[in-house]
């Protein structure tokens, strides 16, 4: 029995197959299918007109067709016109090339054209068979994204025929009128087939109002579904945690220090938000050594004071670690009973854990994701903290929450979210921020250095560290790579100990026993390491006042956020901190940008929006596993007046026109950005 075909026209299983690994599955995937770039063949250029590095297309005939061996295998082709002639060459070929490429043959040839050793050539160029009867295209000829065996013409034929019904627009021709848009079809239609007339430059801009009204359309959906879900969790009902002042004014009395202002103002609207009864979903960003974890202790024993649990998850045991050895001796001077979770623990240390969670005998359970993938249950969970948030995918957030009858949610970031993205991949959460310093914080000094000036740092490494200082030496990774050639851990402790004899060395990455790595740790705090060789491990939590020089290895190979993060370890005490990024060359374009950015700014929230230039919001979202489409269209940076102006669209038309609101959604997010009526 035949399967119905989910495309309106007959397609082989064969191309069904390829076109489903473009994520092509019915005809509405194809209709918004776009061309990454148009090609003009509108014209012919006579070959004595050519001029090397001008991309054209030329109509000739085949004079002569050999395959060469030397210096390697190819076909050429030698084509002539009324006026020249042109060397063609193809370095991949099949046999049946070179049958069709018969003398007397016509065809036109369509690329770019260089200087070749016995006159000009075109390599690789597209062809097809041409006659002085062949019309020429009315249009631009699109290109597509595609695949592995799904040529061009195959995909256009494809989009074609896709496009042969007629494409509803969700909103009315008013709103259209008054936003200064052009209708979806309109759109649509011109960016697959643009007339002859439409300006290159501005369509590959995206500056063109067809790609205006897509990226509207995606940026409106995307910002009614968020709303939509901020509503529906504001409906939602749980229990509130009013502040008792008991807990957290002990607690804050108790503080060696006062809370800055910034943190003071984020912790009145956590607290303000725990007190409603709706879950709270707010986020709290703060950069490097904000003071984002006082705050968020002051959430928990919130929680606890009315008689709740709650939860704090980091994504690596040593910030999960950290956090709880921080922590809870500082709480359980005030009655606070505290758990720790891991997946290496010993399975009886484990049990008993969850067992007292279970009870409730432990009021703040501190832990990594074996808090949410293990079968124990919370007694009374009523606060989930999640630590750098982006390290966490959605599903795993929600494991969490099954912990719990709709718990409160207090996510935390030290990469701070750009505003663009905060108004749009996290338009559904509250965000709390932490703009300023604590007192006392050192200035960072960032160096750039060639690893050719390596003994010149390993002389500063010695000096600090001889001078009661201490140093973290950062490598990216533990084994050995041959495809990145990257100085391993292992390799970098041993060579270092043998360079600077001494000095009291230590090691730590994330493939220690946890016993070992807490050892390696506690000897570094407590200054009995001089010098710590790390993984990257080391990137978020470690406090150590007294480390003040940085050394990170490969540092062309890290994000912006990363080199920020790690760079935070440092400058937490009253010694002049330096970071020296140690740099392989030649630099590629986007390793040099990066760099330029780092040592020219220590502002997270700047770093930040670079970051979101050069990588886009999949890092900053965790996208691998986040659930969230990525938008197709929009771009956050160039479009950030239209997602403005999406955003009050979306509430006008929550508010007055639901039903538009849900016919626009369910046609953009419904079924991967399916067309309605498909």
């Known amino acids: 029995m035949k399967t119905a075909s989910p495309f309106s026209f007959p397609v082989s299983p064969a191309l069904a197959a390829k076109l489903a690994k473009l994520g092509l599955t019915r005809d509405a995937d194809l209709v918004l299918h776009l061309p990454l770039r148009w090609e003009d063949e509108t014209r012919l250029t006579p070959i004595r007109d050519l001029l090397p590095g001008q991309t054209a297309q030329v109509q000739a005939v085949v004079t002569d067709a050999s395959v060469a061996y030397r210096p390697r295998r190819m076909l050429t082709v030698t084509v002539e016109d009324a006026g020249g002639v042109l060397g063609i060459r193809f370095l991949n070929f099949y046999p049946s090339h070179l049958k069709l490429f018969q003398p007397g043959e016509s065809f036109r040839f369509n690329g770019e054209v260089r200087g070749g050793f016995l006159g000009l050539e075109m390599v690789h160029p597209r062809f097809a068979k041409a006659g002085d009867d062949t019309p020429l295209p009315a249009q631009l000829t699109p290109v597509y994204p595609t695949t592995a065996g799904l040529g061009q013409a195959t995909l256009r034929r494809a989009v074609e025929r896709a496009l042969v019904a007629p494409i509803p627009d969700t909103l009315p021709a008013e709103w259209l009128a008054e936003l200064g848009l052009p209708e979806l079809e309109t759109s649509i239609r011109l960016l697959h087939q643009p007339p002859l007339d439409c300006a290159l430059a501005e369509l590959e801009s995206r500056r063109h109002p067809a790609w205006q009204r897509l990226a509207f359309d995606e940026l409106l959906a995307q910002q009614l579904s968020l709303a939509t879900a901020r509503r529906q969790r504001r409906s939602r009902p749980t229990l509130p945690l009013p502040p008792r002042q008991q807990l957290t004014a002990a607690f804050t009395k108790a503080l060696p220090f006062e809370l800055t202002a910034a943190q003071a103002r984020a912790w009145q609207e956590i607290s303000a938000d725990l007190a409603q009864p709706h879950p709270m979903r707010r986020l709290l960003q703060g950069d490097v050594g904000s003071g984002k974890t006082v705050v968020a202790a002051l959430a928990c024993l919130q929680a606890i004071e009315n008689g709740f649990q709650a939860a704090f998850m980091a994504p690596t045991e040593i910030l999960a670690e950290q956090h709880y050895r921080k922590l809870a001796p500082m709480l359980s001077g005030l009655g606070v009973r505290c758990a720790w979770v891991s997946g290496s623990q010993r399975k009886a240390e484990r049990t008993a854990a969850w067992q007292a969670i279970a009870a409730g005998e432990a009021d703040l359970a501190f832990g990594t994701h074996a808090l949410f993938q293990e079968a124990g249950s919370f007694q009374r969970l009523g606060l989930a903290v999640v630590d750098e948030q982006h390290r966490f995918g959605v599903g ?111 090691l730590v990455h994330g493939r220690l026993k946890p016993a070992d790595k807490q050892a390696v740790m506690g000897a570094f705090q407590s200054g009995a390491i001089h010098l710590l060789v790390a993984t990257t491990v080391i990137e978020v939590g470690v406090d150590v006042p007294n480390a003040a020089l940085m050394v990170i290895e490969h540092a062309e190979r890290m994000g912006l956020a990363q080199l920020h993060q790690l760079r935070g370890r440092v400058g937490r005490g009253s010694r002049e901190s330096v970071c020296v990024l140690l740099y392989e060359t030649p630099l590629s374009e986007l390793a040099r940008a990066r760099l330029k950015v780092i040592f020219e700014s220590t502002d997270g929230f700047e770093i930040a929006r670079q970051d979101l230039l050069l990588r886009g919001p999949g890092e900053l979202l965790g996208h691998r596993q986040s659930g969230l489409p990525m938008l197709l269209f929009a771009d956050l940076e160039r479009d950030v007046e239209l997602l403005e102006t999406a955003r009050d669209w979306a509430q006008r038309c929550l508010a007055h026109h639901p039903e538009i609101a849900a016919r626009h959604v369910e046609r953009w997010l419904g079924s991967r950005q399916a067309l309605a009526g498909s």
């Open 396 to 506: 795993q957030r929600l494991a969490l929450m099954q912990k719990g009858s709709e718990p409160h949610q207090l996510m935390m970031s030290a990469t701070p979210i750009p505003r663009t993205l905060a108004m749009s991949f996290f338009a559904d959460l509250d965000v709390s921020t932490i703009d300023e310093l604590p007192p006392g914080r050192t200035p960072i000094v960032t160096k750039l250095v060639s690893s050719a000036r390596r003994d010149d740092v390993l002389a500063r490494v010695r000096e600090a560290c001889l001078e009661g200082g201490q140093t973290y030496w950062v490598c990216p990774l533990i084994e050995e790579s041959e495809k990145l050639q990257l100085q391993t851990a292992e390799d970098t402790h041993a060579a270092l100990t043998a360079q600077l004899p001494e000095l009291n060395i230590g």
